[in-house]
């Protein structure tokens, strides 16, 4: 009970610092923060130590600057991104190498998304919020069996099903076609579930503690990451 009260508090705080940001316009300082607690995550759960936190840069910087110098290479990143996805769990030999790959396809493709459209990252933060707690909320409400509890061992049927079914019909109530409101809304769960299946890959149960019961702030952009993919693909398309 002191668990949910703590993981409702940090919440709500999250949720009030995100309006700031949007609020006040406060974008690059948002990236400014994100950035550092990325590698922090990064680092705690040991999927990269500090010399490889600076060839981590050093190729997230450049490609940063063939972005803003050079040409809009954004529709291959998000192909290399969803690549990185499918190679990590095929291959787990180089799990934690494609997953890094993933996490920088992931920075850039936010960052171009924004420049296009400083709404977009806050729908998609919002609604991933509005899934995960409904899922929560559902799932501990009407329990049920659950989807893949080898993975994810909370994740139950009822919770995921109305989660997504709320997602959905708010997407299509902001006046979104069917077909994306339908894709976005299944890529919140399969963000959540593949963010899951790395950590237990990895043994670890958090990527840190720097969000309190939240994780860290890669448990909490599992699902935002791959509904922002969807959005580009989108966009792109």
Known sequence: MVNNKSRLLVGII????????????LDKFFVIIFLPLVIYDLY???????????IFMIILSLFLVLHFYFFNYFVIITIITCL?????????????????FYIIGFILILINLNQI???????????????????YIFGNLIKGPLIVPKISPKKTWSGTILSFLITFLTLFFLNYDYIFALFFSSSLF???????????????????KILLSHGGILDRVDSISFGLIIYSIHIFL
């Open 44 to 54: 705690e759960s040991k999927l990269l130590n500090l010399n490889q936190i600076y």
């Open 190 to 208: 399969f963000g959540d579930l593949y963010f899951s299946y790395i950590k237990r890959k990895i043994q670890i149960k958090d990527f840190s």
């Open 14 to 25: 999250l949720i009030f610092i995100i309006f700031i940001f949007y609020y006040f316009s």
């Open 117 to 135: 459209d400083r709404n977009i990252i806050y729908i998609v933060i919002i609604l991933s919020f509005l899934n995960d707690t409904m899922a």
């Open 84 to 100: 990185s996805v499918i190679l990590s769990i095929f291959l787990k030999k180089f799990l934690k190498t494609f997953f890094i």
